[in-house]
């Protein structure tokens, strides 16, 4: 792509309810129309973000940032010039065009979306002629964001010398599926690591044992009760009968060492099991200790994020609201080389 002009994504709500905006008007548009004229506001960042702060005083703090990067980006970092794309949900195209104005504020046009930039449509085709990571770059969960990684592929649309990728030839599938993977767990992990501390999080491995099948209780929960373990669980309802587990949970991203390993393996009786959960990892040492103790298992992050995906369908409205998750199918490229 040529360095003096760059290339921008942007998205017209959730619902595409700016696309007729968008196509009929000759533009691509921004909300926040609470915000008022952002030409009026200090033209640094500083500026746009004390301005979102002050009309969303509820927003969360590290949102303020994200959301006043994007309305200075379309107001200062766009030039004329520079190429935009545009996926519609109301016809599953791309559109691809190319901004010819400058930043405008008109909220006669479209109220909820007063901020805008004239654009020239250069081309239209559909979502089945880019590549699967061409897309995935385009889905951004942000309304405007710059287009990098596959910029060369959009040019090439425009130019006519785009070819529609055949699935089979795809490689970028399976780079957009491990993307996809790898942002759920990193979101899962993050959720639970900033929302659920201490006595929370060990309420959580709780909940998330009932809905593999186990009773249990919480021995801190009981005056004079042993420190070294959060939860006991077991099968039978009085908890008599084998094999009774004894967890231990931290709710650090830090390493857990074999010293609070074997303090916990420590705790058990020989006909007893010991389950150690982090969000986290352990040392190499913690690992070794483990790796000849049939009755010790060690969970870290990315472990336990795959056991709440297996049992996240029996868990109940508050930890479901914790982790809003719904199941969706994604390409599976190892089965599709079979």
Request: proline share 5%; charged share 25%.
């Amino acid at each position: 792509m040529a360095n003096e002009h760059q290339m921008w994504g942007i998205h017209g709500g959730r619902t595409g309810d700016a696309d007729t905006l968008f196509l009929q008007g000759g533009c691509v548009a921004l909300g926040w129309h609470t915000v008022g004229d952002l030409s009026k506001l200090p033209a640094n960042r500083e500026g746009f973000k004390s301005r979102v702060a002050e009309v969303f005083p509820t927003m969360k703090q590290g949102a303020v940032p994200v959301s006043a990067g994007q309305l200075y980006r379309f107001v200062y970092e766009a030039k004329i010039g520079d190429i935009v794309v545009y996926p519609s949900k109301s016809d599953r195209h791309i559109h691809i065009g190319r901004i010819e104005g400058d930043y405008e504020y008109s909220p006669k046009e479209e109220i909820t979306y007063p901020n805008h930039r004239k654009v020239k449509w250069l081309k239209n085709l559909p979502r089945t002629y880019f590549s699967q990571g061409a897309l995935h770059e385009i889905g951004s969960a942000m309304s405007f964001f710059a287009v990098k990684t596959y910029s060369d592929e959009f040019l090439a649309a425009i130019e006519g010398k785009g070819v529609s990728v055949p699935v089979a030839q795809d490689e970028t599938v399976a780079l957009v599926v491990s993307d996809i993977e790898d942002q759920t767990n990193d979101y899962v992990l993050k959720k639970l690591a900033q929302e659920l501390k201490g006595g929370s999080f060990e309420d959580f491995v709780a909940h998330l044992l009932q809905a593999m099948g186990y009773k249990t209780q919480q021995p801190k929960r009981c005056k004079g009760a042993d420190g070294g373990v959060d939860i006991i669980a077991h099968k039978d309802e009085l908890g008599f009968e084998p094999p009774i587990i004894k967890v231990q949970v931290k709710s650090t991203e830090a390493k857990s060492g074999d010293q609070e390993v074997t303090a916990l393996y420590g705790k058990c009786n020989p006909d007893e099991k010991a389950l150690f959960i982090t969000l986290g990892e352990f040392t190499n040492q913690a690992e070794n200790f483990a790796r000849n103790k049939p009755n010790l298992r060690l969970i870290r992050g990315d472990e336990l994020v795959g056991l709440i995906f297996l049992h996240y369908e029996k868990f109940d409205s508050r930890y479901k609201g914790l982790l809003p998750l719904k199941r969706v199918y994604i390409p599976d490229p190892e089965e599709a080389e079979e």
